[in-house]
C-alpha cells in the first residue's frame, strides 16, 4: 500500500434483486443494481464524504466525522461474513468483502 492509500473495510450483499454495500469505518451504505455499480457508487460516496469532511462545509466536524463508525449489527455483519470466507464456507456470488483504498488528500482537493 502506498502512503497516501488508506484501506477502508467494507461489504456487500444482495437483497432480492438489488445490491447493498456498507463501509463499517465511516458508516455509509449504497444501493445499485450490480455489485460493481454499488461498489462505484460507495467509493464515490467515501471520497465526497472525506472531501467535506477535511475542506469541504463540514471540516469544522472533522473530527467527529473520521472517527464515525458504522451500527454494531454492520460491524458485526462484516466479521461474520470475513469468519466464513475464510473458512471456505462463505463463496457465493451474494456477499462480497472488499476493501477501498482512498488517498489521504481527497480527490477534488487536489484539483483546487
Known amino acids: 500500500m502506498k502512503p497516501r492509500e488508506l484501506l477502508l473495510r467494507c461489504y456487500a450483499n444482495k437483497y432480492g434483486d438489488q445490491w447493498q454495500a456498507f463501509c463499517i469505518d465511516f458508516g455509509l451504505a449504497a444501493q445499485g ?3 460493481e455499480e454499488v461498489k462505484a457508487k460507495l467509493s464515490d460516496m467515501i471520497q465526497e464524504y ?4 477535511l475542506v469541504g462545509e463540514d471540516k469544522e466536524y472533522a473530527e467527529q466525522l473520521l472517527q464515525r463508525k458504522a451500527p454494531f449489527k454492520q460491524i458485526a455483519t462484516y466479521y461474520w461474513y470475513s469468519v466464513l470466507y ?4 462463505f463463496r457465493n456470488e451474494f456477499h462480497k468483502l472488499f476493501k477501498l483504498p482512498q488517498a489521504l488528500v481527497p480527490k477534488n482537493y487536489l484539483h483546487e
Open 33 to 35: 443494481d450490480s455489485y
Open 50 to 53: 472525506l472531501y467535506d469532511a
Open 86 to 89: 475464510h473458512l471456505g464456507v
